[in-house]
């Protein structure tokens, strides 16, 4: 009788549980046994371990094999554990030291031939394993991926080679951890939108405090410019943020896209996605666009286009910041830590208060398009501002007069240094004593700001939004205190409001 133990971690949405897998070897008829709630493809590994060791030139026992995956309730998917349990079946036969797996996590598919095949989601285990000290033994393929998050990366190409290395025969050179450097900035500049300072200033604003924004104009007016230059505004992921987002693609199965390493994800669906689509689901289940939009701007073009229904599920994570997803194979949450930013036309034409075009919808037509976005979900975006069509005096601006996204993004970035400072989060996450605090709002804002909810019938989650947003604009002009004029701005910047 023999007994191995490795360690190994399953996958949870982005989470790493910690699984023991124990190889017993014992006298008896020959069976191989997987047992602690493995699906399918983990009990199939049977006979691709039994392949790839014959492959590769090891003996498979003619013994009862047990092996079991710990903890038992836990369910175990996917191959990520056939390495493991071949290497727990050569330990048992003492091919090498037991001893040379203490310190190490192991992941991996084996091929029939023995070779290594890459397992998706390995960037939120060797995370795991790092903060534990671990060393972690994984397939070539995973290497680059394994080394964005690990301090220590043994990466080989088949059996035999992790074998050679743990019986001390052939050494495979560790990989240390990877230390990408930031990228440069996103192509799309501010500086290439003639006019529309009001929108500009919008933006600015939303990027500074992390706020939700929606643009209203006729087409051919810039929304979508001004949304795709909202990450060249903003200040640069850290390189925790960065693997947070890369753990997401990690997840889906994708390679981690090093070029562009710390630049904030722009995430764009077509009004045609489903709600699975914009908050995942399907088998796993799987994140969707608001999950690999986190610490980045999920961008909904044409936002009444889309299903109600599909609107209606991004109501949550906007407030929680992540998202939990049940289906009948498991449960999942995911980190929806986004920025939203829709645009939309006036109108079902597009030309409602347009100067140069008329529109030729009616009432009825305007509420009904207008009503495809429900007074809970509106209220949740911070700014609601009007992109009107620019002269063409203005279109032939010179680019040497216009801010350029380097310009902006420096007083963002100070802004968001203030945020940091004085609550360690940002002005759109704030709530309760934490808002009041920052604000430290005078007599006149009080009275203003309650005019202003009795006249446009703002709720209280409106209320505290108009705090927030004029708590950002107080920032960016590097004020301690709010003041009338900035709750005044906060206030403009809500046109829907005005309009309901």
């Known amino acids: ?45 049977k006979d691709r371990v039994r392949g790839a060791l014959l492959s590769s030139g090891f003996e498979f026992p003619q013994q009862r ?14 191959g990520r554990y056939d390495l493991a349990i071949a290497l727990g ?60 998050a690990c301090t220590n990366v043994i990466a080989a190409t088949s059996l035999t080679e992790i ?37 500009k200033r919008a933006l600015e604003i939303a990027a500074a405090g992390g706020h939700n924004l929606l643009l209203i104009g006729p087409p051919g007016t810039g929304k979508s ?30 390679p981690v896209a090093v070029h562009g390493w710390r630049q904030r994800p722009f995430r764009s669906p077509h ?41 209606e599920v991004l109501r949550e994570p906007l407030e929680t910041g992540c998202i939990t997803i049940s289906r009948a194979g498991g449960q999942a949450e995911y980190p929806a830590q986004f920025q939203l930013i829709a645009a939309m036309n006036p109108c079902p034409c597009g030309y409602l208060g347009d100067r140069f075009a008329d529109c030729r919808c009616s009432a009825d037509r305007v509420a009904a ?16 501002v009007e992109v009107l069509r620019p002269s063409t005096a203005i279109l032939r601006e ?44 005078d007599d006149a804002c009080w009275a203003l700001l309650e005019n202003a909810a009795e006249r446009f019938n703002l709720s209280a989650r409106a209320h505290q939004r108009v705090l927030r947003v004029s708590r950002t604009i107080a920032d960016l002009g590097g004020e301690h205190k709010i003041t009338p004029p900035h709750v005044a701005e906060a206030l403009l910047l809500r046109c829907m409001d005005r309009q309901n």
């Not at 390995?122 to 995973?142: E, F, H, Q, S």
């Not at 398009?369 to 609601?384: A, E, F, N």
């Open 398 to 441: 010179s680019p040497g007069n216009v801010e350029t996204s380097a310009v902006v993004r420096q007083r963002v970035e100070a802004a968001w240094q203030l945020q940091w400072r004085r609550s360690g989060l940002s002005n759109a996450r704030l709530d309760g004593d934490e808002l009041n605090a920052a604000c430290q709002a």
């Open 1 to 45: 009788m023999s007994l191995a133990i490795l360690h190994c971690r399953a996958q949870y949405g982005t989470d790493a549980p910690p699984v023991t897998i124990e190889v017993f070897l014992s006298g008896g008829l020959p069976v191989f046994t997987i047992v602690g709630m493995a699906e399918t493809a983990v009990r199939e590994s």
């Open 89 to 148: 079946i050569l330990a048992a036969k003492k091919q090498f030291p037991k001893t040379a797996l203490n310190d190490c996590e192991v992941y991996g598919e084996l091929s029939l031939n023995g070779n290594l095949r890459a397992v998706p989601a390995i960037l939120p285990a060797v995370l795991n394993a790092d903060a534990t000290g671990r060393k972690v033994i994984v397939p070539k393929d995973n290497e680059a991926e394994a080394a964005l």
């Open 65 to 78: 094999i047990t092996v079991s995956l710990g903890p038992a309730e836990m369910k175990k998917t996917g």
């Open 225 to 254: 410019m001004l949304a795709r230059r909202l990450p060249g505004i903003l200040p640069a992921m850290s390189n925790k943020e960065s693997l947070q987002t890369a753990a997401i693609d990690s997840v889906l199965g994708m």
């Open 369 to 384: 398009y207008r009503r495809k976005i429900s007074g809970p979900l509106l209220d949740r975006i911070d700014l609601h």
């Open 163 to 199: 074998v050679a290395h743990l019986a001390g025969r052939e050494t495979i050179a560790v990989t240390e951890k990877t230390h990408l450097p930031m990228m440069d900035p996103a192509s799309n500049d501010l500086s290439d939108v003639r006019g529309q300072q009001h929108a």
């Open 271 to 311: 009004h045609t996605a489903s709600a699975a689509a914009l908050v995942g689901g399907g088998p796993g289940p799987r994140p969707g666009e608001i999950s690999r939009a986190h610490n980045g701007v999920l961008f909904l073009d044409e936002l009444p286009e889309f299903n109600r229904s599909a609107l």
